[in-house]
């Protein structure tokens, strides 16, 4: 059994930034990408940011530059570093990670609000 801790989020004003971070645990040998996702009201849920094994990154357009995605391998953690943030990066942010075994798994999720 694996399970995924999320941590951070919150409320921020318009231009601030905040920290998330997800660490995995339970039955963990090798986990490939690690990712953080997004669902807004009424909207699909996004890729934002990932992050392989490798460490090569990918980030939405929408978030370059204002987002970092890094992990630690040893701690099976990833974490997702957001500045400059706008009304429109409002949503609930789910981390994900792909195992070895191809099985992926998902976090609870956590609220992130920019005020304007």
């Known amino acids: 059994q694996v399970q995924l801790v999320e941590s951070g989020g919150g409320l921020v004003q318009a231009g601030g930034s905040l920290s998330l971070s997800c660490a995995a645990s339970?039955?963990?040998?090798?986990?490939?990408?690690m990712g953080w996702y997004r669902q807004a009201p009424g909207k699909q849920r996004e890729l934002v940011a990932s992050i392989s094994s490798g460490y090569t990154t990918r980030y939405a357009d929408s978030v370059k530059g204002r987002f970092t995605i890094s992990r630690d391998t040893a701690k099976n953690t990833v974490y997702l570093q957001m500045n400059s943030l706008k009304p429109d990066d409002t949503a609930i942010y789910y981390c994900n990670i792909v195992l070895r075994n191809g099985r992926d798994y998902w976090g609870q999720g956590t609220q992130v609000t920019v005020s304007s």
């Open positions: 339970g039955n963990i040998f090798s986990v490939k990408p």
